[in-house]
Nanobody, 125 residues
Framework: QVELVQSGGGSVEPGGSLRLSCAPS??????????MAWFRQAPGNEREGVAL???????VYARPVKGRFTISQEIPRNTVYLDSTSLKTEDTATYYC?????????????????WGQGTQITVSS
């Protein structure tokens, strides 16, 4: 069983920055075998992809966050990060960490097997 534990998030003014962390745990879990991703969902909207990173450190970003968000991972620590900068009100959403066993560059929720509990980011003045 894979459990994804998220931390970080919170409230920030437009233009601010926040970091999210995701620390997967489970028997024999290693980021070396997974593609990790962040998704987000705002009230009334479908869940949408934000960014992904595979075990080769290849990354994919959704267009709305490209140049502002950075996904990274520390494989020895089994931790994935999402650094968000220049935050906008439209970035307000619940953010989810997700894992796919294998390699993929497809940033679609249906591709991912395991999900974190969700973390709120609220951007407002």
């Amino acid at each position: 069983q894979v459990e994804l534990v998220q931390s970080g998030g919170g409230s920030v003014e437009p233009g601010g920055s926040l970091r999210l962390s995701c620390a997967p745990s489970g028997l024999n879990f290693s980021l070396s075998y997974y593609t990790m991703a962040w998704f987000r969902q705002a009230p009334g909207n479908e869940r949408e992809g934000v960014a992904l990173i595979d075990d080769l450190d290849r990354v994919v970003y959704a267009r709305p966050v490209k140049g502002r968000f950075t996904i990274s991972q520390e494989i020895p620590r089994n931790t994935v990060y999402l650094d968000s900068t220049s935050l906008k009100t439209e970035d307000t959403a619940t953010y989810y960490c997700a894992a796919y066993l294998g390699r993929t560059l497809v940033l679609q929720p249906s591709k991912f097997n395991y999900w974190g509990q969700g973390t709120q980011i609220t951007v407002s003045s």
